[in-house]
Each structure stands twice: as structure tokens, then as C-alpha cells.
């Protein structure tokens, strides 16, 4: 594992990505910075989702449970009782990892199989969301208005714009690295083990309880890390889009449009939807309405006929292609 | 022909890249000095019918303007509406708001921008301090948010207690308790803490609270508690959805035993009718009910009337109803803006936005404001104010509040 990490860890490609990605901000103008912003949202979020759905393949749908709790608690803990934002961010990680252990140990008592995990994680989704607008504590319906960012650093402020970026650009390479870190690691064997055949896994003494819940609380505690960076650049805690079950649908179509199961699927997965997706309502949206998510949903439909396994495989695929005559020799 | 992966992807490929074109294409060769305005509207999604309503009406008002010489003021410069589509969603009403002001620099932004909109576009426009008028949102927390929706306060809460008030005070209705029965979301919630405390001031006792479930295929169980408590008025904010399936549970439970009054669309809306069809809408409809809204064509006030023919002969518009009604409004509003600014710097724009005055009886004030239209401190309309109406057996409605425009007294309890 600690091989294959630190490989990626000193890569040349991985920082000269990076630092070209941070540079961004002085070169496009504030709406596409913004669409840079959201992309990385979900490439953190959708990252966070592929420990659990791509790896350990339980495809859970509470994933907007801990993304609800990591930004509407911590807000909520801001505005009703003065706590800030950072203490609200541990708070609101740990809460979502005990929850996390929760649904990992009933998934495991009672045996349940892959529809019945999905049910009961929409389950869990729905009571937070039913919750969370039902209760004033956390805005009810309204939601909550954080106040301006004025770029204060002890607060969890980040200055808007350009320092919200760096700030989630930070959040998903450090998603991005756990799941390199996870998937070379005895950890990732496990998971996969237990997602290609569960009771083998469990026959040849893999600790199936154990790993459920590892990669269920590693995966809900960076969720909440993220709704909490999330809501903290939105200024607006809008119940009906961080807890809806919705964005948890979103993360899981990226990730399997990116390469589920794979650590850099998910990133591209949402590196390429969430422009295309901005971009096309931009440009289409007063034109007919709708019509972009027509073709939204083309392009979506189309990747996965052509390349049912992510786009991710395809490119690794047409690399090769591409790479191999030069390996052979040929002119 | 058989479709592989490869010919499926290229034609999908195609399909797409057409309509991205398009609008490039469109735009070569079309500038011309104008005076931009950014619409964000909720052209699809949950929203929809508020914006896809409005905005022909909307459009149809600035090319009215543009038609009679533009913004005199401003050497007749036209306006141009740079409109854009939200669907429904706070967040994508910020990125879009964001790419009108950064990409296509508009001078103006507007469009339906519900509260919860309104919250998301805060950071937006006081970053960007662009003016903006939103035609809907029930609050304003940005210098730069003005709106014409009904504050929750002084609008929906405030009209709604002083009719009911004014049963009880001036028709001698026998009403002693309350229900409070409303959508349980954003609007609901906020006009509802406020109604609260406005009917306990006026010796009402609230016996109840019936929230409805906006995901929820059935207000039966809603109804059934309604029955049970028996008050003498229910009363809230109920969105169109529940207000139909509200009406049909009372349908079916032969309820009558409340009057029941409520805004806007749940009890006011014409598509109730379709959507209860004629037998349920005649029993539940015309029997105990009064609607709180905005617009009614029969409402006696001259320019409402106009605008509404106007919009229908001229415009050839079908669906005229107090969506259409408040777009219109809104393109006078940003019409007096312009004219009135000193310039089309964000600054003087700011200041025509806070002495917008539309007097009462003005050609130009399509809404029901008996004391005109104009914006208070906290940049909501300083008479919040709206009307109720009884429905007919005809599916007609009768204005019956306030005073100076209704049409009838209100029906006795039946």
C-alpha cells in the first residue's frame, strides 16, 4: 500500500495537476470558477462515495444523510448556539461516522442483501431529510443562512471565490488520496473480496462486520467534511438540495459514468458531468427548457452503451492502444 | 444497418453538438446597444408553472416598451432580457445569476427567485452588487434584493388574520377557534409562525395544527384531525398540490363543518377546478371556502382589467392568472427603474430601485395595492397587502376582500 502511495504522492502528473489546477482562479472569470468549485464538490463527495459503493460495492443511498448533517448541523450549531464551524465540522464527522457504524451493522446482522441495503439507506436519507424540515433547530424547510465569508480562517471562512476553490480543490485530493491509499492497501483487498463474493470472503476469514463498518465511517465522515465545506461556500443551508436523496443519486451516476470501484473514476466521473451539466443549462437553458437534461441524459446513456465499465477503463484502454506500437517498436 | 457502440456514440455526439451551437450562431452578427437584463427564471422543475406563466407575460410587457420608443430617459435606449433557467434549484439560480453578470453583463437581474432562491442569490448580488428584483421571494436579506412577492409578515399572515377578522367583526361569522392547516415548507412555515400570534392578539383560540405533507399522495389524515378538532376557521398557506388533495379529502369525508380560508394557490388557483373536476369543485369550492390571492379578473380595480384583456387579445396569451399578472408588474417596476436612474451604474440603478412609486389608480399597476406599490426599509413592498375571493358554481370567482375591490359580501356559512 505504502508503496503504490507515496508513488502517487511523488508523482510529477499528481502536482503538476494540481498546481495547474490552482491557478485557475486567475485565469477564468467567477462563473466557471464556480463550475471548477462544484466539480470538485462532487469529485470529493463521489470519492467519498466510492469507498463504500465502488469498492466495498454496497451502493448506499444515506450519503445525503451525512451530507445533510455535515452542513445543516454545523450550520445550525453556528447560528443557534455560537459553536464554530470547525468544531461543528468534527462534531458533524463524528456523528455521520457513528451513523455510518449504524447502518453497517444492521446491513450486517440482519444479512441484508443488495436491494434491501439500498432500501434501508433511502430509508435512513428520507428520515433525515423529514427531520431536518421538520425541525427548527435546523430550519425547518427555510434553511439556513450563514453569514457572509469574510475570509476569516478561525471561522471556517475562506474568502469566497477563489479561496472556497483552493479549499475544495484541497478537500478532493485529500478524497482522491484516500481512496489510492485504501485500494493498496490490505483494507481495499478486503473490500473487494467482500463485494465480488461475500460469504467466500467470509469462508476464508475475512472480518466482514470489521470492513463494513470501516469503509461505511471512512466514507461518512469525509461526506460530512464535505457537506460542511460545501455549505460554508454556498452561505445558503438549502435543505432541499443538501439532504435530498438527489445529490446522492448524482454522486452515484458519476462515479459509475467515471469507473466505479477505481480511485480516479469517480474524480473524472464528476470533473467531466458537472461542466458538461452547468455548461449546457447555460447555454440551452432559455432555449427550450429541458432540453438540456435531454441531452444530459445522452450523454450519460451513451457512455454507459459504449463503456459500461466508466470512462475511466476506456481511456486506460485507448492509452494503451496508443502506447503499445511505441513499446513494440514500430516506427 | 446494425448500431455499434462506436456509431451509437458518434450520432448521440452529433445530437449534442447542434443545439450547443446554436445559440453561438444565433448571436453572430445581433449586438446592438441595449440595456441588459438578467431573467432567472424556473422554466422547469417543481417551480415551473410560476415562470412558464409569467415570463410570456413579462416579454411581452418589454416589448412594449421597447415598441414605444425604449427607455426615453436613456436616449430610448431598448432593453434586452438575457433569460436564463434555474430549474427550480436555489443553487443553479446563484450560477446562473453569476454567469448573466460575469458572461453576459447585465445590468439588472430578475426573475421568479422564490425566498429560498433569494437566500442562495445573497452572496451573488452583494458580491457582484447588481440590482435585483425578484417577482416572488417573501423576504430580502441583501441591499441589493428587492421584491414584489407578499412578505410573510405584512403580506400572506397580515391578509389573511384581517379577513378573517373581518368575518368574525364585520359578516358576524361565529368564529371563536383556528386550525392552522398550511404546506408544510419554506412559505408555509414562516407565514404560519407569523398568523399565529396575529389571531391569538385577536382573541383567537388556536385549537390545532394540521401541517400538510408536501411529498404526501393523500391529506386524508390531515383532514380527518380537522375533523376531529371541529374549529370554527382553518387556516393557512397551502401550496396548489395540497390544496387539492386537501379539497378532496374533505370531499370525501363530507366535511362542512369549518370555514375554511387560505392562500394563495390551494384555495385561489383556476386550475383547481381541473384538478378536483366540476363535482368535487362545485361541493368543496363554493361551500365555506374563501382564497387569498393577488389577482382576480373581477376585481374592481380598472388597470388589473386592462392588463388581463390586453394580454389575452393582444398578447394571444391563454393562461392569464396572478403568475402572469405579477410578471407584468415586475417588467413597469424595472420599466420606472430605468427611467428614473440617473445612470445605469449599479449605484444610481440601486437608488431608483428604493424610490420605485407606482400610485394607486396609476395606467401601470396591475396588482391589488390600495395604497400603491412602493418599498419599504427592508426592500418589501410597503403595502403587502391581498384580496380573497369566493368561487361560483360557474367556476367564476367573486371578490369579497378588501372592501375596496370586492365585488360581494362574503357567503354565509352553510
Redesign the interface.
Given at each position: 500500500m505504502r508503496e503504490e502511495f507515496y508513488k502517487t504522492l511523488s508523482s510529477p502528473i499528481w502536482w503538476g495537476a494540481l498546481v495547474i489546477a490552482a491557478i485557475m482562479p486567475f485565469v477564468l472569470?467567477?462563473?466557471y470558477v464556480?463550475?471548477l468549485t462544484?466539480a470538485l464538490v462532487y469529485v470529493a463527495l463521489a470519492s467519498s462515495w466510492n469507498i463504500v459503493g465502488g469498492m466495498a460495492g454496497q451502493i448506499s443511498l444515506a450519503h445525503s444523510l451525512f451530507i445533510g448533517i455535515g452542513s445543516m448541523f454545523s450550520a445550525a450549531l453556528l447560528l443557534k448556539l455560537g459553536i464554530n464551524m470547525w468544531f461543528g465540522l468534527v462534531i458533524s464527522a463524528l456523528i455521520s461516522g457513528i451513523l455510518g457504524a449504524v447502518i453497517a451493522w444492521i446491513d450486517f446482522r440482519f444479512q441484508l442483501g443488495h436491494l434491501s441495503f439500498v432500501l434501508i439507506t433511502l430509508a435512513f436519507a428520507e428520515m433525515g431529510s423529514i427531520v431536518v424540515?421538520?425541525w427548527d433547530f435546523l430550519g425547518?424547510?427555510?434553511?439556513l443562512?450563514l453569514p457572509?465569508?469574510t475570509g476569516n480562517f478561525l471561522a471556517f471562512q475562506f474568502g469566497?471565490?477563489h479561496g472556497a476553490f483552493w479549499m475544495m480543490l484541497g478537500l478532493a485530493a485529500i478524497c482522491v488520496l484516500v481512496n489510492v491509499a485504501i485500494l493498496n492497501s490490505p483494507l481495499g483487498y478486503y473490500l473487494r473480496t467482500i463485494r465480488d463474493n461475500e460469504k467466500a470472503a467470509q469462508a476464508i476469514g475475512v472480518n466482514i462486520l470489521r470492513y463494513k463498518i470501516t469503509a461505511m465511517v471512512i466514507s461518512a465522515m469525509l461526506a460530512s467534511v464535505v457537506g460542511t465545506a460545501y455549505v460554508r461556500y454556498?452561505?445558503?443551508a438549502?435543505p432541499?438540495?443538501l439532504i435530498s436523496p438527489v445529490i446522492t443519486i448524482e454522486i452515484v451516476l458519476f462515479a459509475t459514468v467515471g469507473g466505479l470501484g477505481r480511485a480516479y473514476g469517480p474524480a473524472l466521473g464528476a470533473l467531466l458531468l458537472v461542466p458538461l451539466g452547468?455548461i449546457?443549462?447555460?447555454?440551452?437553458?432559455?432555449?427550450l427548457?429541458?432540453?438540456?437534461?435531454f441531452?444530459y441524459g445522452?450523454?450519460v446513456?451513451?457512455v454507459i452503451?459504449?463503456?459500461p465499465r466508466g470512462l475511466l477503463p476506456l481511456f486506460e484502454r485507448l492509452w494503451a492502444r496508443w502506447r503499445g506500437p511505441a513499446v513494440a517498436g514500430k516506427p | 444497418m446494425t448500431m455499434t457502440r462506436r456509431t451509437f456514440g458518434l450520432g448521440a455526439s452529433a445530437v449534442l453538438a447542434g443545439p450547443i451551437a446554436a445559440p453561438f450562431i444565433r448571436g453572430a452578427g445581433a449586438a446592438e446597444p441595449a440595456i441588459r437584463i438578467g431573467m432567472v427564471n424556473s422554466m422547469s422543475g417543481g417551480l415551473a408553472a410560476y415562470a412558464q406563466e409569467g415570463q410570456p407575460a413579462f416579454e411581452y410587457i418589454i416589448k412594449k416598451i421597447n415598441a414605444e420608443g425604449g427607455i426615453k430617459s436613456k436616449g430610448g435606449a431598448k432593453i434586452e432580457l438575457v433569460l436564463a433557467d434555474d430549474t427550480s434549484q436555489p443553487a443553479r439560480t446563484a450560477a446562473e445569476a453569476r454567469r448573466l453578470i460575469t458572461e453576459e453583463k447585465v445590468q439588472l437581474l430578475t426573475g421568479t427567485i422564490l425566498s429560498a432562491q433569494m437566500l442562495a442569490l445573497t452572496p451573488v448580488v452583494d458580491e457582484a452588487k447588481i440590482p435585483t428584483l425578484s417577482v416572488w421571494a417573501g423576504g430580502s436579506q441583501s441591499n441589493y434584493m428587492f421584491t414584489l412577492g407578499y412578505p410573510y409578515d405584512r403580506g400572506y399572515a397580515q391578509t389573511m388574520h384581517d379577513f378573517v377578522i373581518s368575518l368574525r367583526d364585520d359578516f358576524k361569522f361565529p368564529i371563536k377557534t383556528a386550525v392552522m392547516a398550511y404546506s408544510n415548507y419554506e412559505a408555509g412555515q414562516q407565514s404560519n409562525k407569523f398568523l399565529v400570534e396575529k389571531l391569538k392578539a385577536s382573541g383567537i383560540q388556536i385549537i390545532g395544527e394540521a401541517a400538510l405533507d408536501i411529498r404526501a399522495q393523500d391529506q386524508t389524515a390531515a383532514m380527518v384531525r380537522i375533523r376531529s378538532l371541529k374549529p370554527d376557521v382553518v387556516v393557512g398557506l397551502v401550496t396548489p398540490r395540497d390544496g387539492i388533495l386537501l379539497h378532496q379529502a374533505r370531499y370525501n369525508l363530507n366535511y362542512h363543518g369549518s370555514i375554511f380560508c387560505g392562500g394563495t394557490g390551494g384555495y385561489s388557483d383556476l386550475s383547481l377546478w381541473k384538478d378536483l373536476g366540476p363535482e368535487i369543485g362545485k361541493a368543496v369550492l363554493t361551500r365555506n371556502l374563501f382564497g387569498m390571492t393577488g389577482f382576480s379578473a373581477g376585481a374592481k380595480i380598472e388597470s388589473m382589467q386592462k392588463i388581463v384583456t390586453e394580454l389575452h387579445d393582444v398578447a394571444k396569451l391563454e393562461k392569464i392568472g396572478q403568475g402572469a399578472v405579477q410578471y407584468a408588474q415586475a417588467a413597469r417596476v424595472l420599466q420606472q427603474v430605468l427611467e428614473n436612474a440617473k445612470s445605469l451604474q449599479s449605484d444610481a440603478l440601486l437608488e431608483a430601485l428604493k424610490n420605485v412609486n407606482i400610485p394607486a389608480g396609476d395606467p401601470n399597476l396591475y396588482i391589488a395595492k390600495p395604497k400603491g406599490l412602493q418599498f419599504a426599509e427592508d426592500r418589501l413592498l410597503k403595502d403587502g397587502s391581498a384580496m380573497f375571493i369566493q368561487w361560483t358554481p360557474e367556476q367564476a370567482q367573486q371578490v369579497v376582500f378588501p372592501k375596496e375591490f370586492a365585488q360581494v359580501p362574503p357567503r354565509p356559512k352553510s
Open positions: 472569470s467567477s462563473y464556480h463550475i462544484l424540515e421538520g425547518g424547510a427555510s434553511g443562512l457572509k465569508d469566497g471565490g454556498l452561505t445558503f438549502d432541499y438540495l452547468e449546457l443549462r447555460g447555454k440551452l437553458g432559455s432555449t427548457p429541458g432540453l438540456h437534461y441531452i445522452i450523454v446513456i451513451s452503451l459504449v463503456t | -
